[in-house]
């Protein structure tokens, strides 16, 4: 087996014991571009084991990297490590051909982005009236908008006393 290019290997005389193969790919390789939400600083780390089985190749292994997400409160930049530990992919009539496992990576990784991120457990997000980072400035807006509460004049209320 030699490598024809990132995730791509030519598959003649494997071993029966397999090969191990490791490296990196950039996000931009696994067609995965940086939007207004993540951003990809560090690539992809792969180790993966090829072994020959009956009719095909069995491929298993893992992923390692690290994205940067919007914090979902206060849109802070947080990074994130991400991680596949159970790769798995079987090919079939694979003996004297390129098999290209760029698509099955991007699939995994695609799946273990973070779909809710907080930069950390008690961020206090953005003033909604003002904008400003409450993490980083306590703003004026803040007991407006307690004193405005519809729900305020209940905070004094107690229930009659019965008897």
Not at 2 to 23: C, E, K, M, Q, Y
Request: proline residues 9%; charged residues 25%.
């Amino acid at each position: 087996m030699r490598a024809t290019g990132p995730l791509s290997f030519h598959i003649v005389d494997l071993p029966s014991a397999g090969v191990t193969v490791r490296g990196e790919i950039t996000f931009a390789q696994l067609e995965i571009p940086p939007d207004g939400l993540f951003s990809f600083p560090h690539p992809v780390h792969y180790e993966l084991h090829v072994t020959p089985v009956q009719d095909g190749v069995l491929v298993r292994g893992a992923l390692r990297s690290a994205v940067v997400r919007l914090c979902d409160r206060c849109l802070d930049p947080c990074e994130r490590p991400l991680a596949v530990t159970d790769v798995c992919y079987h090919l079939e009539h694979v003996d004297g051909k390129v098999i290209h496992l760029t698509e099955g990576v991007r699939e995994d990784i695609l799946l273990v982005l973070p779909s809710a991120c907080l930069c950390r457990e008690d961020c206090r997000g953005l003033c909604p009236t003002c904008g400003e980072n409450r993490n980083r400035t306590r703003c004026t807006c803040e007991q407006a908008e307690v004193d405005a509460s519809p729900w305020g004049g209940l905070d004094s209320w107690r229930p009659p006393l019965d008897g």
